[in-house]
C-alpha cells in the first residue's frame, strides 16, 4: 500500500496587478503634487483618506456580507455630529441657565415614553390579542409623542432663543471621533433590528430613507446643531494650520488618518481569514445552508452591518473635522453615498486592499475632473475664437465642476462592463 502524498498550499504568487496599480496611483498622486502643489494635494490626500475609512466600512458590508447600505450618508453625518458636538467650546449662555434641566427633564418624558410604548407592544404576553395590542401601542405612540413634542419645543425654542444652542462639552477632537463611531454603530443595530430582514434591494430603499431623515433631523435641529447656520471652526486632534502651517498640520493629520487605516485594515485582515470572516462568507453565499448548520443567520449580519457603520461614524468624523464645519446641508448622497459606492466598486468588493485603492483613485478623479475640464474647456474656447471667431460661452467654472458626474458615471460604468468584480476582485481560498 503506498502512502498518499498530502496536498501542498498553492505557492503564493507575486502581487503583480497589485504592485501595478498601486504604483500608477503612485504616478497619478505626484503628478498632482506637481500641477497644484504640496499644500493642496496633502488636503486631497487627506480626505481621500477618510472616505477609505467610509469605503471599508461598507465593504464590509457589502463585500462580506452582501448588505447593500444605500445610507452611507446618514451614518457619516452622525460622525459628523459628533466630532462637532465634543470638541467645540462649552457655550456659557445654555449651562448657566435653568435650560439644561428643562431640557433634561423633556428628554426624561420621552424616554418614559418610549417606554410605555414598548411595554404596550408586549401586551400580549398577558393574554391581551394581538391585534388589540397594536391598537393600544398605536393610540399610546401618537398621543404621547404629541404630549412629549409639545414639551420639547417649548424648550429647544428657549434655547434658540436665549443661548442659540446648546454648545459643545470642548473635549479633545479624538473624543468625538470615538463617539462618532459609537453613536453610529448604536443607530446601525436600532436600524438592523428592523431592517436586515429584508431582501437587498428593500434594505437599500429603507437604509436610504432613514439617512435622508438623520439628514432632516440634525438640518432642522437648531438648537442642537445650529442647522443651516453651521458650526465651525472645529478643532484638529493634532496642531493646526496656525501653529505648523498648512503644509505641515495637514501632512501630521495624514499621517494620524494613515495609522488609523493601518490598523483597521490590520483587524479587519485577520477577521476575515478567521473562523467568523468564513462564517460570515458562508452565510452571504449560501445562507440556507450557513442556517442548517447551526449558524445565527441574524445575529451574525446584525454584528457585520454594526460593524460596518462604526468605521463610517469614524469615517465621518474624521473626516468633518477636517473640513473644519459642520453643515446638515453639506452632506449629500452623490458626495457621502454614491462615491464611497464608486470607490468599493471600482477596488472590488470584499477586497480590503483594493477598496483602499478604489477610495483613493475615485476620490482623486473626483478631484481632478474640475481643473481639468476647465483646462480643455479653456483650450476649446481658445482654438474655437481664433480659428472660427466663436463667442466664448460664460459660466465655464460651472460647468467644468458638472464634468465631475459625467467622469465618475463614465468610470463606473466602464468599471462594470470590463471588470465587474473591480479592479482587485475579492481572493477565496478553497480549501481542499
Not at 498632482?32 to 490626500?45: E, K, N, P, Q, W
Not at 462618532?180 to 437604509?207: E, V
Not at 432613514?210 to 465651525?232: H, P
Not at 465631475?404 to 462592463?417: K, S
Request: with cysteine; hydrophobic share 55%.
Amino acid at each position: 500500500m503506498t502512502d498518499t502524498p498530502r496536498s501542498q498550499p498553492p505557492a503564493r504568487r507575486f502581487p503583480r496587478r497589485e504592485v501595478i496599480l498601486f504604483a500608477a496611483l503612485l504616478v497619478a498622486v505626484l503628478g498632482v503634487y506637481a500641477m497644484m502643489g504640496v499644500a493642496y494635494s496633502t488636503r486631497m490626500l487627506v480626505e481621500a483618506a477618510c472616505y477609505a475609512i467610509l469605503a471599508l466600512g461598507l465593504t464590509i458590508q457589502w463585500g462580506y456580507a452582501g448588505q447593500f447600505n444605500a445610507g452611507v450618508m446618514g451614518f457619516v453625518a452622525l460622525g459628523g455630529f459628533a466630532a462637532m458636538f465634543f470638541s467645540i467650546p462649552v457655550n456659557d449662555a445654555f449651562w448657566d441657565s435653568e435650560l439644561p434641566g428643562e431640557l433634561g427633564l423633556a428628554l426624561l418624558y420621552l424616554l418614559g415614553a418610549a417606554l410605555v410604548v414598548y411595554g404596550a407592544t408586549k401586551l400580549d404576553r398577558l393574554g391581551v390579542p394581538k391585534r388589540l395590542r397594536t391598537v393600544i401601542a398605536i393610540v399610546l405612540a401618537v398621543v404621547l409623542y404629541l404630549a412629549v413634542i409639545s414639551v420639547l419645543r417649548g424648550v429647544t425654542g428657549e434655547i434658540e432663543s436665549r443661548a442659540g444652542f446648546i454648545g459643545g462639552l470642548g473635549l479633545p477632537a479624538w473624543t468625538g471621533w470615538i463617539v462618532g463611531g459609537m453613536l453610529a454603530g448604536g443607530i446601525g443595530y436600532f436600524i438592523g433590528h428592523i431592517c436586515l430582514g429584508l431582501r437587498s434591494d428593500y434594505l437599500a430603499i429603507a437604509t436610504l430613507g432613514i439617512a435622508e431623515i438623520i439628514k432632516a433631523f440634525l438640518k432642522n435641529s437648531d438648537w442642537l446643531t445650529r442647522g443651516t447656520a453651521t458650526v465651525s471652526p472645529l478643532p484638529w486632534p493634532t496642531p493646526g494650520a496656525g501653529d505648523l502651517g498648512f503644509v505641515l498640520s495637514r501632512s501630521l493629520y495624514l499621517s494620524v488618518t494613515a495609522v488609523m487605516i493601518a490598523a483597521i485594515f490590520f483587524l479587519l485582515h485577520r477577521a476575515y481569514h478567521a473562523p467568523w470572516g468564513r462564517m460570515i462568507r458562508a452565510i452571504r453565499d449560501n445562507e440556507v445552508s450557513a442556517a442548517a448548520m447551526g449558524k445565527d443567520i441574524n445575529r451574525r449580519r446584525l454584528e457585520i452591518f454594526v460593524l460596518g457603520c462604526i468605521l463610517m461614524g469614524i469615517g465621518g468624523a474624521a473626516l468633518t473635522s477636517f473640513n473644519g464645519i459642520f453643515d446638515p446641508q453639506g452632506f449629500l448622497p452623490l458626495n457621502h453615498t454614491f462615491l464611497v459606492l464608486v470607490m468599493v466598486i471600482l477596488g472590488g468588493p470584499g477586497n480590503n486592499l483594493g477598496t483602499i485603492f478604489g477610495a483613493v483613485a475615485v476620490y482623486l478623479i473626483w478631484i481632478m475632473s474640475e481643473p481639468l475640464a476647465l483646462f480643455l474647456m479653456q483650450l476649446a474656447v481658445s482654438f474655437g475664437e481664433g480659428v472660427f471667431g466663436w463667442d466664448a460661452p460664460g459660466h465655464l467654472g460651472s460647468r467644468a465642476l458638472q464634468a465631475r458626474v459625467f467622469v465618475i458615471g463614465l468610470l463606473i460604468t466602464l468599471v462594470l462592463r470590463f471588470a465587474p468584480k473591480g479592479l482587485l476582485p475579492e481572493k477565496v481560498r478553497h480549501h481542499g
